[in-house]
């Protein structure tokens, strides 16, 4: 006997990030549920509004040569922290150019190699640009409207964004 999907997703809805990832072997209809961008976006939402969310975050290890975090949780009081565990990005990148919503970019040490990296399901998806920008600036956002996440940037006369949904770049040079 199958419970309603409605019903699997309120309960699903409350699992912890490493939970829903364990769960997703289940069976196809949870792989489905579990991998769809709107239960995603559904859970994150639920966990930012949650009393008991935990206060977790990353530390960039600080030592020389050293790629990877710190999966670190500051107590209630906020007087004490503790490292969980270490956590490693793709390839050892260590560069972290911005954040968004649990999304980290990350390059390496030319800059000239991104990649967009979830620490929370530890994937990541390999960002090509179309060209090299010498000194540029770095943004990621989440578009409210088509829920996109997109990555911009931006150098001395052009810039470039990134479409997540569309898996592409779109170059756009001023001329002065």
């Not at 069976?27 to 961008?37: A, G, R, V, Y």
């Not at 649990?102 to 990649?115: E, P």
């Not at 530890?122 to 409207?145: E, M, V």
Request: charged letters at 20%.
């Amino acid at each position: 006997m199958d419970l309603p999907i409605e019903v699997t997703e309120i309960v699903l809805l409350k699992l912890s990030v490493k939970s829903l990832l364990r769960f997703k072997s289940v069976c196809k209809s949870w792989n489905i549920l579990i991998s769809d961008p709107v239960f995603v976006r559904k859970h994150h939402l639920r966990q930012l509004q949650s009393k008991d969310s935990e206060n977790l975050f990353l530390l960039k290890n600080s030592k020389v040569n050293s790629y990877g975090f710190s999966l670190v949780k500051l107590e209630k009081k906020g007087r004490k922290i503790q490292t969980l565990q270490q956590v490693f990005g793709p390839y050892l990148w260590a560069t972290v150019l911005c954040f968004c919503e649990g999304l980290i970019l990350i390059s390496d040490i030319s800059n000239r190699n991104f990649a967009l990296w979830n620490p929370s399901t530890r994937t990541h998806t390999l960002l090509n640009p179309k060209s090299y920008l010498h000194q540029a600036s770095y943004g990621l956002c989440r578009d409210p409207i088509t829920a996109d996440f997109k990555v911009v940037v931006v150098g001395w006369y052009s810039y470039s964004v990134y479409s997540c949904n569309n898996k592409s770049w779109v170059m756009v040079e001023q001329k002065y």
